[in-house]
């Protein structure tokens, strides 16, 4: 009888130690998926920023000759490691009575609202669009706001 009972007390620890195994286990798998999510998310959000940075660098550089030309299209970059792309677009463009710094009319441009502040010339609506397909977990982070170059 004796013998018996230990092996019923071994198999039941077994049984223990297994099932605590498992769940640790899993915590370790949803932890590791939390830590790969809360990557991705992040370098995604720096991405954004670095992405908004460029753009408006973009809008200052750019040669503004009367037309709307390119200054106003949509732009799409990609990351140095290609995981993320960006898609960027100019709904509004703020301009005191419509012109450029350097007097330039750009009033006839549909994106150019004319306004009568000097304090808010040169405002920026944009829309950007951060998607991953490549990363270990895929994210779409979308970003709408104004901006001063």
Same mark, same amino acid.
């Given at each position: 009888?004796?013998?018996? %009972?230990?092996?019923?007390?071994?198999?039941?620890? /077994?049984?223990?130690?297994?099932?605590?195994?498992?769940?640790?286990?899993?915590?370790? #798998?949803?932890?590791?998926?939390?830590?790969?999510?809360?990557?991705?998310?992040? &370098?995604?959000?720096? %991405? /954004?920023?670095?992405?908004?940075?460029?753009?408006?660098?973009?809008?200052?550089?750019?040669?503004?000759?009367?037309?709307?030309?390119?200054? %106003? &299209?949509?732009?799409?970059?990609?990351?140095?490691?290609?995981?993320?792309?960006?898609?960027?677009?100019?709904?509004?463009?703020?301009?005191?009575?419509?012109?450029?710094?350097?007097?330039?009319? /750009?009033?006839?441009?549909?994106?150019?609202? #004319?306004?009568?502040?000097?304090?808010?010339?040169?405002?920026?609506?944009?829309?950007?669009?951060?998607?991953?397909? &490549?990363?270990?977990? @895929?994210?779409?982070?979308?970003?709408?706001?104004?901006?001063? @170059?």
């Amino acid at each position: 009888m004796r013998r018996g %009972f230990n092996l019923l007390m071994a198999i039941f620890m /077994l049984l223990i130690l297994s099932g605590a195994t498992v769940l640790i286990l899993k915590y370790v #798998s949803i932890s590791s998926q939390h830590f790969a999510d809360s990557y991705t998310q992040e &370098k995604g959000e720096i %991405f /954004l920023q670095s992405v908004i940075e460029a753009t408006l660098l973009q809008i200052e550089g750019t040669k503004r000759d009367g037309t709307c030309g390119s200054l %106003f &299209k949509g732009w799409s970059r990609q990351s140095a490691d290609g995981k993320f792309t960006a898609n960027v677009t100019i709904e509004r463009y703020y301009l005191y009575k419509g012109e450029d710094n350097d007097g330039t009319d /750009l009033s006839s441009c549909s994106i150019v609202k #004319s306004i009568d502040t000097k304090e808010s010339h040169g405002y920026v609506m944009m829309q950007v669009i951060i998607t991953s397909d &490549k990363a270990f977990s @895929p994210i779409r982070i979308v970003y709408r706001g104004l901006q001063r @170059p």
